[in-house]
């Protein structure tokens, strides 16, 4: 007699069916934020949209607030895999900061129907204190925080100046983005992007951005021989 598996149980697959509609329920509730806003989204708006009862919908967030939270992390999980994730095959330093403001570019004017949920939600919910912004405000630090780790990287790989100022530059590079998103989707300014290009090449250039390999001083590679 063949033994039942763990996996096959009722019980596991009604919790496998259960996360499969959560996720489809996010991935829906996700489409339709971006067009109207965390805001506008309802238990009943997403109802219809799913084709599910107000009460299905209801049963696997409980809240409005609830379910407005899944929708800012699942956006999160997908801006990161999209933007953060793939520069990691990128070289430390130089290669990976350009990788990384050509991949969030390139999300960025991708959302000229969508809207981006960071700055959406900003505008929403930016004196509106409660758990919605307290995640939108955490996954937008955790971003941020992402790229100035790249910047500090390419500093001490000496593809940046010394002394440069690696929260200057990236509050200058995130006000790169904003310009951009309210270019595309607001002014529809065919020059946008290449303006947004040029921009970035401005401020490697200010922070002292070199592609050459960092200079080794004399007395480093004296002491770099001793050790071999």
Known sequence: MTATRKTDTPEVKALQKGQQTKAAIVDAALGLATQIGLEGLSIGALAEVARMSKSGVFAHFGSREELQISVVREYHARFEAEV????????????????????????????????????????????????????????????LAAVNRTVIQAREEGHLAADMDAAQMVFELHGLILALQYEVRFLRSSKSLSRTAKGFENILLRYGASDAPPVISSSAKRTTSAKK
């Open 84 to 143: 953060f994730l793939p520069i990691l095959q990128a070289d430390r330093g130089l290669p990976r900061l350009r990788q990384l403001f050509a991949n969030w570019t390139k999300r960025t004017s991708a959302e000229i129907d969508s809207g981006c949920l960071y700055i959406s939600g900003a505008a929403e919910f930016d004196d509106r204190p409660g758990p919605v912004r307290d995640a939108l405000v955490s996954s937008v630090k955790t971003w």
